[in-house]
């Protein structure tokens, strides 16, 4: 007899939001110390993302790559590496992606920002061999 195989992953149906910025983007937070000393705005998105709800956000940075038909740049101890390309990338339902770039219209405005649909798998552990 042959061994019954494994259950298949169940399938989730989820948009993956991908916003193109270089490292140098600031977001200035409210009051003098956030105009003086503003965040990294791909650190303010992962914060929003994180109060909205969102089920994943992550940052990616490059180390070669160009931002919005730029210079290509290159990180290096001796070059200033503030313009090299970053990635913010959310995973979540559409709607919610759409509902977060709406209420953020104003940090994204100007970014370059993808979307494309994705699927979660989620792979149940399989039960020991009796």
């Known amino acids: 007899m042959a061994p019954t195989p494994p259950p298949l992953?169940?399938?989730?149906?989820?948009?993956?939001?991908?916003?193109?910025?270089?490292?140098?983007?600031?977001h200035a937070a409210p009051?003098?110390?956030g105009r003086l000393f503003p965040d990294p705005l791909a650190h303010a998105l992962v914060d929003k993302a994180h109060a909205f709800g969102?089920?994943?956000a992550t940052t990616h940075t490059?180390?070669?790559?160009?931002?919005?038909?730029?210079?290509?740049?290159?990180r290096h101890l001796e070059v200033e590496a503030g313009q090299?390309?970053?990635?913010?990338?959310?995973?979540?339902e559409r709607t919610r992606l759409l509902a977060f770039c709406q209420q953020q219209q104003e940090l994204?405005?100007?970014?370059?920002?993808?979307?494309?649909?994705v699927e979660q798998w989620e792979v149940a552990r399989?039960?020991?061999e009796q």
């Open 31 to 33: 009051g003098l110390r």
């Open 54 to 56: 969102i089920l994943q």
């Open 108 to 117: 994204l405005r100007g970014k370059v920002v993808v979307f494309r649909p």
């Open 9 to 26: 992953p169940a399938v989730r149906e989820l948009g993956e939001l991908r916003i193109y910025l270089t490292q140098a983007d600031k």
């Open 126 to 128: 399989s039960l020991p």
């Open 62 to 74: 490059s180390g070669y790559g160009y931002a919005l038909g730029g210079a290509v740049r290159a």
């Open 84 to 92: 090299l390309a970053l990635c913010v990338e959310l995973l979540d």
